[in-house]
Each structure stands twice: as C-alpha cells, then as structure tokens.
C-alpha cells in the first residue's frame, strides 16, 4: 500500500493500523533526549554560509538582534536546528510543515473575508518533511522562552508538556474530521478570547485583538509614508528603511526601481484572474528597502507604495526574498522552479486563509514573493507575557500546527501513532529540555565569535 500515492485510498482502518505499526520501527520514546553528534557541523559556521547571499550592509543588524539571548539566537537560528534534526529518529510520516515553528512565528492576521484569526504566519522555511521537527522547534522555543524570562524548571517542563499534549489531543480530533471539515477549521478571534484565562487575562486578549483589527493598510501608511513636495513617498527610517536614493549610487538605486517594475509584472500573472484586474489599476509611487524580522535579516526585502483611485487609496506591498528551505538539505528533494512559490504554496496548505494578494515572481536570478504588507497584523509579546498565559497560548499553537499539519499529512496515521497515552509528550518534554541546553550552549559560542571580531555587529536601531 503505497500512502504517497494521491490515487490510493486506504480505509481508515488501514490508516490507524499503518500509523500504530510504526511504533515498533520508531517508538514514542524515540522522540526523547538529545545527544549532539560527534561531527555535529559548528553552529557559527552554519549562519555564516546563510550571510554569503546576503546584504552585507545589513548582516551586522542580524547578529545583533540574536545576540539579545539565546531565545533571539535560536529564533535567527532555523538553519543550525535543520542541521541537529537531521541526525534525529523520525517516524517517516510527512507533512507540509513549516520548517521554523518557533512561538513568535505565531499571530493574528486578516482573513479576505475581514475575518481575524489566530495561525502560523512565517513560511520562509516551508517544505514537506517530518512532522516532529516542527513540533521538536515550536516545544524548545517555549522551554527557551521560560528560561528568558526566569521561570524555573518545572515551568519549563510543563510548558513543553503543554505544546505536545495539545498537539496530539487536536491531532486525534482532526482524524475524526472529513477533509473539508479539516479544511475549513480556524481558529476565530472570539474562540481565542475564550482560551484566555481570568477577567485580566481576557482583557489583555481583548486589546491585542482590538490592536491587530487597527493595524491595516491605513495605519501602515501613516506610519511608513509621508508627503514631500506634495507627492507621498516612503520614509527614509535606516537602517530599517531605507530610500534607494539616499542608500545606493543613482545607477543601483534606478537598477532597483526596473528590478521592482519587472517583478511586479511577473507577480501579477501568479495571481487569479480577477485579483489581477484589482492589482493592476494601482500605480506604483515609491519602493524602499525594509529589515525584517531575526532570522530574514540581510535578505532581500523591499516594500512597494501604490495609489488606486487618487492620493487617498493607497497599498502596500511586501517583496521578499526567497531563499531555498533550510530544511531542503536533509529531506527528500522536490523541484521548484521559484521558491517564492514554494513559500506561497506551503502557506495556502498551512494556513486556514491565507493573503489572497500572494504571488511570486524572479529576476536577476534571484526569487521573491510578494503580499499585502501588514493587514490586520497582530502578535502575543512574549517578553512581557505571564505564566498563567502561557500555558493558554502553547494550547493555541499546538491546535493551529495540529491542523496545519492534518491539512497535507496523513491525519489518520500520526494520531494513531501518538495515541492517547502521554509517551510522546514525556519525549518531547525531554528532547525540548536537552536541546535547550544545546542553544545555550551554541548562543555561547556565538557571543564568543561576535567578541572575537569573528562575525561583524552593529547596535540595533530598535532597542
């Protein structure tokens, strides 16, 4: 029985056997501990071969901003935990998984219908691959959370207890679901309201929803243009943002402006039909450079000011890079001629609903995506978040990456695989607490090469 093949259609009877049957070649408490191998590849040395593509003006912000703690490091660190996973038992059940499942890749975001939900928003690293390494990420990063914010060992333990318990309770409840039922599953704004915990811990949820609503395309504008000499152009904000013109020589700066042209045109005809009739009647005003995010820094990343109807109706555009998945190296291979559209289809099979102005496009050799920039955008702050929210909110991202993951794998298979027992929680409580001491370990490492001169640094401008 071939369960890779589309046209197969094995009962579920045979699927829930399949999925128990491998438990004998990898056993739950497979999962468990984490001993780094004997050639493990230098940590270091895996960001410094993602720098060798990037913008070298901007890498020093990058190390910077993983250099805060090792819970900054780990999030800019996708690549080194790829690298570790590798050497790892896995059960040989796949799925579309997101490849950097870490707490801050979590959010809130505007649905096409005006809807606000609660999902994984990163998908850079999207691939097919093993399920357990995103929830091996999404356990560390919550242990590692606790320990940046000084809670003690039982805390951490049960925070890593809570992600892989939620995980698997959801898991069962998406096997019991049909496809389209599975399909149609999100996670409303009203159903996170509920999850939270007391009078206070509702009210916290209630701003940060009322917060996100408020943060749209109007709010972005107001924040990221101005109007100069009566023409509305982009702020010059840098190292942030920076203004082609007052960043480049005039003949990069113009070579930049024709690159952004070409992939908008290339863009349009990766959207459906009738987006393309709405996107084409806006007319391109500006384009500047934009820093996001930890781990993206240094990468190519523009935003694109457009106007509509008049001054007044106005959009912003997000144009990124698009790099191969640092998971590619270690899984089976799949061809994409654009790894903009591998990130864009992993998104649409990951999200419940995803940015419908998502596209893709290539120039000079290089991939992007493009999307709507900051619509309906919000995230928990999980520097200031308490101990009786966390444990809350872990149940949210373990219910969106169960049913992200139910979307593409084989549902069936990996909740009878998991059970109803807590072995695989107990596992993943271990492996979270040794691979957490793993970073700590590297984050040693990389303030040790920051203050050798190894990798260059500069002062991050948002502190």
Known sequence: ?????????????????????????????????????????????????QNTSRVPMLVPIRHQRMLVSPFTFYRGGAAVMASDLATTRVTGLTAQICGDAHLANFGLFGTPERALVFDLNDFDETHPGPWEWDVKRLAVSAVLMARDRGWDEAMQRELARITASSYREKLAEFADMGRLEVWYSRMTDQEVLAVAQGVKGQRVVEKQLAKARRNDVSRAVAKYTEVVDGKRTIIHQPPLVMRLSRTFTADEAARIHQMSTELFGQYLETIPDHLQQLVSGYEPLDVAMKVVGVGSVGTRCLIALASGRDENDLFL????????SVLAPYVDPVHYDNQGYRVVRGQHLMQAASDQFLGWAQVGGVDYYLRQFRDMKGSADLTTMLPASAGPYLELCGWTLARAHA????????????????????AIVEFSMAYADQVEEDYALFRAAAASGRIPTAPDPTV
């Open 317 to 324: 555009f997000q144009i990124k890079e698009a790099d191969e």
């Open 1 to 49: 029985m071939n369960h890779d093949d589309p046209r197969d259609h094995p009962s579920v009877t045979e699927r829930t056997e399949w999925g128990r049957s491998l438990r004998e070649s990898s056993p739950r408490s497979c999962l468990a501990g984490w001993e780094p191998p004997a050639h493990r590849v230098d940590p270091v040395s895996i960001l410094e071969a």
């Open 407 to 426: 979307r593409s794998g084989d549902r069936i298979a990996l909740a009878s695989y998991l059970g109803t027992g807590d072995r695989f929680d107990r």
